[in-house]
């Protein structure tokens, strides 16, 4: 069972930059497409980014696109979501997720439920 294990949230003014990070432990990182979601206080959990597993397909969030970078490094066992531009609507907690046999592009629309594996989430609180 892989562990997933977000960091580098925290709080940040109106166009600033944050890079999360999402270690994996005990699972096949580099068989895993992955995935970036946040949860903004009142929402519904929504998609932001998603890489394969070899690092060459990457889909984003249009609301996301141009500021954020979704990125892998596999001999880290680590996945990277670096946030530039931050905007206060960016404010939530951001989840990594991995799925073994999902590819990251079905990640956009996929039930969210069906995804193999979750972290706990990293909140990143963005002020105006």
């Known amino acids: 069972q892989a562990q997933l294990t977000e960091s580098g949230g925290g709080l940040v003014h109106d166009g600033d930059s944050l890079r999360l990070s999402c270690e994996v432990l005990?699972?096949?990182?580099?068989?895993?497409?992955m995935a970036w979601f946040r949860q903004a206080p009142g929402k519904e959990r929504e998609f932001v980014a998603a890489?394969?597993?070899?690092?060459?397909?990457?889909f984003y969030a249009d609301s996301v696109k141009g500021r954020f970078t979704i990125s892998r490094d596999n001999a880290k066992n680590t996945l990277y979501l670096q946030m530039n531009n931050l905007k206060p609507e960016d404010t939530a907690r951001y989840y990594c997720?991995?799925?073994?046999?999902?590819?990251?592009?079905?990640?956009?629309?996929?039930?969210?439920?069906?995804?193999?594996?979750w972290g706990f989430g990293t909140l990143v609180t963005v002020s105006s």
């Open positions: 997720a991995g799925d073994r046999h999902l590819h990251a592009g079905a990640m956009v629309t996929f039930p969210q439920g069906k995804i193999d594996y």
């Open positions: 005990r699972g096949a990182f580099t068989k895993y497409d």
């Open positions: 890489i394969d597993e070899t690092g060459r397909d990457i």
